[in-house]
């Protein structure tokens, strides 16, 4: 039995390991708030008070980021401090796409709405009564789904969608590296260790359940 | 009193009656559990499990009158549920009741566990573990399958690649030509090839990648878009029409559960379903490949049939009825039905057609013993 199987020793304290381990960890957080706030944040922060409203702003702020981590690496400054850089700069970039798309998709309710208002004034002054409000829903629900499906066709949006996505899915992805630095840190498994172990596992099945329809193959050949 | 008066009048009266059906239908969510709302609630016992895929067998609620097994496969995005969403409204509760003997396989929650599955898994795996194992059960050599929307894919596909083992295919609200979509006018069909095709690939691998799946609320949000004021409006407009109804207010809510119940679809079968098939439209095209093999429609000979709904925004009806002209199979039947793309399921009025074409179609099928081999 090797010495980490050995049941703990009698008087050993789990409550008192946990603290311990909780302690090592707390550290270990501090640690990267430290590293985190020593190097990336002043300039960040500088560059904030400087432009406040402009980090969208051809998004020069994230391009100084993405050009600073994307130097060498230097092997005493700790790569988390990097990764969270980047996935600040996914964020920076995020921004203006969310705000083209959606400049995009609130741009037929405009339309909807001037088509709504020259249809109830028609119907106002018409000979018959006028709509109650469930006609009224029906008409606009009718003229707002026309107008949404009719902008969600066309190349503009589209293209603001599929920029929003692809920013979304970079941020997504960069968050996801930082978890994994941490990950590694408190010695935690990471997703990536987890995709190679499944990865792994549906191979074998294909390979063992491949085997086993050769075996029952040879039988059936062997019973005839 | 003056006309706008009169109006402004009854304005105020509409709105205060409303506000008094929200708070209704608030109370009424808040007193209604989970639990209380079943769907898929048709009684059948577990076959067999396969990694997180289950057959299951559906009890019989009528004398046989098919003698063929039918195996029912629906898609990874969605539930099956859909197919059995309350018993007055159920195709599978509709074709047990005429004398069919049902089989269901269940795809189960994928999860990033199943990242790595293909529909080559799906396909020359699960369905053929599942149409063996029926074999064995039930000592019939070919089976019919019954796929639904992605399911129909997958058991096309079998019946391309195993036709040794299909008897009947019936698919339902099937994508065949995935590029058909070109030629509908209607507005409303087909947001999601067009969607689909102004990604690039690598899109696609990224989503893929970064999620591990095809996130399940991804694709709701994709279909919510797809009819824009009916999301809108459902949990105020809708609930003020059915809050006064117990049953309505009822339906509501199991549609809602089945809505919510969006599994995440297995990601590399998600790669190949968005590229392969909705990018670059391979099934037809002949250059779709499951396990080292092409999948060559023209392989199928069992008999088909093919029904689709005509006002299907999700799968326009060209994109299903495509699969004519592409098999080898010579007795063909297609039948445009009235309806949506779920309504065909769970509306009251197409639901009951529906099951009377499969059912009429595979007695029919049963009655002609050519076709056992």
Same mark, same amino acid.
């Given at each position: 039995m090797s010495e980490k199987d050995k049941p703990p020793a009698d008087g050993q304290d789990p409550a008192l390991e946990w603290a311990k381990l909780w302690q090592t960890m707390a550290e270990s957080s501090n640690r990267m708030v430290e590293a985190w706030s020593g190097s990336m944040a002043p300039f960040m922060l500088a560059r904030l008070s400087e432009k406040p409203a402009g980090f969208g702003d051809g998004n020069e702020l994230s391009a100084a980021i993405e050009r600073m981590v994307q130097g060498p690496r230097l092997a005493d400054v700790w790569d988390i401090d990097r990764k969270i850089a980047l996935a600040f700069s996914a964020w920076i970039e995020m921004r203006p796409r969310l705000a083209s798309y959606n400049a995009v998709a609130s741009a037929p309710w405009t339309e909807a709405s001037k088509r709504f208002l020259e249809t109830m004034s028609a119907a106002g002054t018409s000979e018959t009564s006028t709509p109650d409000w469930r006609e009224a829903f029906a008409k606009w629900s009718e003229i707002s789904n026309e107008e949404l499906i009719r902008n969600q066709r066309t190349d503009g949006f589209l293209q603001a969608q599929k920029e929003l996505l692809q920013a979304g899915l970079q941020l997504r992805s960069r968050q996801d590296d930082v978890a994994e630095t941490a990950s590694v840190m408190f010695g935690l498994p990471t997703r990536r260790d987890f995709d190679d172990v499944t990865r792994q596992l549906t191979e074998l099945r294909r390979e063992v359940r491949a085997l086993a329809r050769q075996v029952r193959d040879r039988k059936g050949e062997g019973a005839l | 009193m003056s006309d706008q008066e009169n109006q402004a009048s009854r304005f105020a009266r509409d709105m205060a009656a409303n506000a008094e059906k929200i708070f209704k239908a608030t109370k009424l969510i808040a007193n209604t559990?989970?639990?209380? @709302?079943? !769907? &898929? +609630?048709t009684p059948k016992h577990l076959v067999m499990r396969r990694d997180k895929v289950e057959l299951f067998h559906y009890e019989p609620v009528a004398e046989a009158t098919a003698r063929t097994p039918v195996l029912l496969a629906y898609g990874l995005? &969605?539930?099956?549920t859909m197919a059995d969403l309350q018993p007055d409204r159920s195709l599978v509760r509709s074709l047990l009741s005429k004398g069919l003997d049902l089989w269901l396989i269940d795809w189960g929650q994928p999860g990033r566990t199943e990242r790595w599955l293909t529909i080559d898994d799906y396909v020359d795996d699960y369905i053929d573990a599942a149409v063996d194992r029926i074999a064995q059960e039930t000592g019939h050599h070919k089976i019919t399958l019954l796929g639904i929307c992605e399911g129909g894919v997958f058991t096309t596909c079998y019946a391309a690649l195993h036709p040794q083992k299909v008897k009947n295919l019936v698919i339902t609200? +099937?994508?065949?030509?995935? /590029? %058909?979509? !070109? *030629?509908? *006018? %209607? %507005? /409303? /069909? &087909?947001f999601l090839n067009i969607w689909t095709r102004s990604l690039d690939p690598e899109d696609i691998d990224k989503l893929v990648d970064t999620y591990? @799946?095809?996130?399940g609320e991804f694709m709701s949000s994709v279909f919510s878009m797809m009819t824009p004021m009916r999301s809108l409006a459902k949990y105020n407009v809708d609930l003020i029409d059915v809050v006064d109804d117990e049953a309505k207010f009822m339906n509501f809510l199991r549609m809602e559960k089945w809505l919510a119940d969006r599994p995440h679809h297995p990601g590399e079968a998600a790669k190949q379903w968005l590229k392969d098939l909705y990018q670059e439209n391979r099934l037809v095209e002949g250059s779709f490949v499951l396990s080292g093999r092409q999948v060559d429609l023209k392989s199928i000979a069992a008999p088909v049939l093919n029904i689709f709904a005509l006002d299907d925004h999700i799968i326009p009806p060209d994109c299903s009825r495509a699969l004519g002209a592409k098999i080898g199979s010579k007795d063909y039947t297609e039948i445009p039905l009235p309806g949506g793309h779920v309504g065909l399921f769970v509306s009251s009025k197409s639901q009951g057609k529906l099951s009377q074409s499969i059912a009429d179609w595979l007695l029919a099928c049963d009655a002609n013993p050519v076709s056992e081999a």
């Open positions: - | 559990r989970d639990e209380d @709302v079943s !769907i &898929g +609630t995005i &969605g539930r099956y609200i +099937t994508p065949i030509d995935f /590029h %058909a979509d !070109i *030629k509908d *006018k %209607a %507005a /409303h /069909h &087909g591990g @799946v095809l996130p």
